[in-house]
T-cell receptor, first 111, second 113 residues
Framework: GQQLNQSPQSMFIQEGEDVSMNCTSSSIFNTWLWYKQDPGEGPVLLIALYKAGELTSNGRLTAQFGITRKDSFLNISASIPSDVGIYFCAGQASGTYKYIFGTGTRLKVLA | EAQVTQNPRYLITVTGKKLTVTCSQNMNHEYMSWYRQDPGLGLRQIYYSMNVEVTDKGDVPEGYKVSRKEKRNFPLILESPSPNQTSLYFC????????????FGDGTRLSIL
């Protein structure tokens, strides 16, 4: 089945640093979603994007829906220890009722 | 409290012994979905349901069955489990397809020996 290419796979950063991660797809997406998963829990939605070019913020998080509709990025500014977790991109491929997830970016923040 | 409840949370069983993982949501959501999560592969959709009696295959449906007889329940059935179905499973629901967020359960960790 189709999967999204998400990078990087993992990141170790210092508290206070900014973080950037991205996802690319070989097919056009109608919706891009970014989730965070904490250990022992299900993913929780951070940001949803619905239009090409859309730039949306949620506190220290900013995400954009790529103009080509085949990519998206997520930025986290001024990271804090509770940002630790696995971040997933996901999307709805055009013409389907399915959600496709990326392989995840594991973020570790060093205090 | 709005929630998606999965049971059991953990299960160790043997090859070939039929099992069912239940999923229930209390939000009157139409869209429900099952995912499996494996290291390095992220989440992959197994089956989804647009509404009662309407189900369809996701990307990795082989070896699984589902049913949607009532709006709130969406059980995942493994008729003859095999070791390659050892995984972490999540059920999720949303108001309708395309509406966000999808609410995820806390997961069911299955080990098939």
């Amino acid at each position: 089945g189709q999967q999204l290419n998400q990078s990087p796979q993992s990141m170790f950063i210092q508290e206070g640093e900014d973080v950037s991660m991205n996802c690319t797809s070989s097919s056009i997406f109608n919706t891009w979603l970014w989730y965070k998963q904490d250990p022992g829990e299900g993913p929780v939605l951070l940001i949803a994007l619905y239009k090409a070019g859309e730039l949306t913020s949620n506190g220290r998080l900013t995400a954009q829906f790529g103009i080509t509709r085949k990519d998206s990025f997520l930025n986290i500014s001024a990271s804090i220890p509770s940002d630790v977790g696995i971040y997933f991109c996901a999307g709805q491929a055009s013409g389907t009722y399915k959600y496709i997830f990326g392989t995840g970016t594991r973020l570790k923040v060093l205090a | 409290e709005a929630q998606v409840t999965q049971n059991p949370r953990y299960l160790i069983t043997v090859t070939g012994k039929k099992l069912t993982v239940t999923c229930s949501q209390n939000m009157n959501h139409e869209y429900m979905s099952w995912y499996r999560q494996d290291p390095g592969l992220g989440l992959r959709q197994i089956y989804y349901s647009m509404n009662v009696e309407v189900t369809d295959k996701g990307d990795v449906p082989e070896g699984y069955k589902v049913s949607r007889k009532e709006k709130r329940n969406f059980p995942l059935i493994l008729e003859s489990p095999s070791p390659n179905q050892t995984s972490l499973y999540f059920c999720a629901s949303s108001l309708a397809f395309g509406y966000q967020p999808q609410h995820f359960g806390d997961g069911t960790r299955l080990s098939i020996l």
